[in-house]
Nanobody, 116 residues
Framework: QVQVVESGGDLVQPGGSLRLSCTAS????????MDWYRRAPGKQRELVAT???????NYADSVKGRFTISRANAKKTVYLQMDNLKPEDTAVYYC??????????WGQGTQVTVSS
């Protein structure tokens, strides 16, 4: 059974930084598109960042210039570096692994709280 496990969530002050990690126990990790989503209290789930298997990245407008997604295929790990954090970044962050045509796996989430 595939496991997707996030880590790195914490309480941080506005302007601070965090790095989230996500490890997926899939075979051929390099073939997967990896995403980070978030869900803030009372809001719908939002796609934050995507990193495809060919290295293409995409970011939500709200995080462009502040967040960076990267991957280490040998470690089966994807990262989300979050800088200049704002209170509105407070959410549960979820990792998602997908490979066509039907593979689709989610982690349990890690809490990020930005508050002074």
């Amino acid at each position: 059974q595939v496991q997707v496990v996030e880590s790195g969530g914490d309480l941080v002050q506005p302007g601070g930084s965090l790095r989230l990690s996500c490890t997926a126990s899939v075979i051929m990790f390099s073939f997967y598109t990896m995403d980070w989503y978030r869900r803030a209290p009372g809001k719908q789930r939002e796609l934050v960042a995507t990193l495809t298997n060919d290295g293409t990245t995409n970011y939500a407008d709200s995080v462009k210039g502040r967040f960076t997604i990267s991957r280490a295929n040998a470690k089966k790990t994807v990262y989300l570096q979050m800088d200049n954090l704002k209170p509105e970044d407070t959410a549960v962050y979820y990792c998602h692994a997908a490979r066509e045509p039907w593979e689709d796996y989610w982690g349990q989430g890690t809490q990020v709280t930005v508050s002074s």
